[in-house]
């Protein structure tokens, strides 16, 4: 027997409770530079690409947990801008390519320099943006969108978007407790903000973190260390979702195997992107976590520019990672700008028809 259409509420709901929906929610995430070529391939420019091509509805909510520091534009031209950032960072973007920022200066360096951040750091409403809120809450209920909030916490976001990825790491070795310190008060002010979203009667089904962890078949740091000073933070956020009596999902590309146990121990409820170019194994994962860890992404992004290698991969893990729920369909990290409006079409089509329940 067919399941009725379900909203994506609904849909994503019953797959973090590893039960079965309608169909396998499908999202993904593409570089800026991969929809502006979907828009000159033919995607009209007043639409987004989540509803020409039909994807789940994901809405996230933001806080602003940073010292605020001043953002200018320092420069800018046709290929990339680059700027401040309110964590004091200069980094420069790209506008036409695809990737990560290039992070070039920062502004907290060493323990005085946190300690003037961190002054920084209160947790104000006016750091809630309330007019987005007003405006459009209402709406995403209503259409039956999933809503999560994003905390912004960890290592991946203190090496990356603070001060530097040899700096932290450095200091994991050699100053710990500066390190932990830094990465609970991140924590600190986000849930002290997310209380007041909460409270005001915005509620949410989930938070979502982004903290990578791992690179190809590697780690950034051992095992040990994560126990000493990752774990217990990572704790602490989803013991406050699980308060909340919602759901906690972690996006940590690379290869994070050995801490995949570690974090269902502490009671993760979904682990995003299973980045297979890094040595993830998501079959794997489904068959050693899959009763307890909702599975998002797993298909490899080298693929995707290739439709039949792309349908090929879906063939044989879509069936296995959907049975009994606990998956969401996605690339293993963001869509690359070779792939065309016609291959991510197709590949759409053919997740709902491998993703369908009966």
């Not at 994506?8 to 019953?14: G, V």
């Not at 929610?25 to 929809?35: K, L, Q, R, S």
């Not at 800018?76 to 200069?90: H, I, R, Y």
């Not at 602490?236 to 121990?265: M, N, Q, T, Y």
């Amino acid at each position: 027997m067919t399941i009725p259409p379900m909203t994506s509420q609904e849909r994503i709901q019953r797959m973090y409770e590893h039960r079965e929906a309608d169909r396998i929610p499908i999202f993904d995430e593409p570089w800026a530079a991969t929809v502006e070529r979907w828009h000159a391939e033919g995607m009209p420019g007043n639409m987004s690409y989540v509803d020409y091509f039909g994807l789940d509805r994901i809405v996230g909510i933001g806080v602003d947990n940073s010292p605020r520091y001043p953002v200018r534009v320092l420069e800018e031209n046709e290929n990339s801008t680059t700027q401040t950032t309110a964590w004091g960072v200069t980094m420069r973007n790209w506008k036409h390519a695809g990737g990560t920022p290039e992070f070039l200066d920062f502004t907290i360096v060493d323990p005085d320099s946190w300690r003037k951040a961190k002054e920084r750091m209160t947790p104000t409403r006016d750091r809630v943006d309330w007019a987005r809120l007003e405006k459009n809450y209402r709406h995403w209920r209503e259409e039956g969108a999933w809503i999560q909030a994003g905390l912004w916490f960890g290592f991946d976001i203190t090496h990356s978007w603070v001060m530097g990825t040899e700096r932290v790491l450095t200091a994991m070795a050699e100053d710990p407790e500066w390190i932990v310190e830094i990465f609970n008060h991140e924590l600190d002010v986000c849930l002290v903000l997310f209380d007041m979203v909460w409270d005001a009667g915005y509620t949410f089904d989930a938070v979502k973190w982004w903290d990578d962890m791992g690179y190809k078949h590697n780690q950034f740091f051992s095992l040990s260390m994560y126990r000493d000073l990752l774990k217990p933070v990572h704790r602490r956020a989803i013991e406050w979702a699980h308060a909340k009596g919602i759901k906690a999902l972690l996006h940590s590309c690379g290869d994070i195997r050995p801490f995949v146990p570690e974090l269902v121990e502490i009671g993760l409820d979904g682990l995003n992107p299973l980045e297979i170019k890094a040595g993830m194994d998501p079959l794997d994962l489904k068959q050693r976590f899959g009763d307890r860890l909702l599975l998002y992404g797993g298909i490899n992004a080298v693929l995707w520019d290739d439709f039949d290698a792309i349908a090929a991969e879906m063939r044989r893990l879509v069936p296995a990672l959907k049975r009994n729920g606990g998956y969401i369909f996605s690339s293993d990290h963001s869509v690359p700008t070779s792939v065309s409006l016609e291959t991510f079409r197709k590949t759409v089509m053919l997740a709902k028809q491998l993703g369908a329940y009966e």
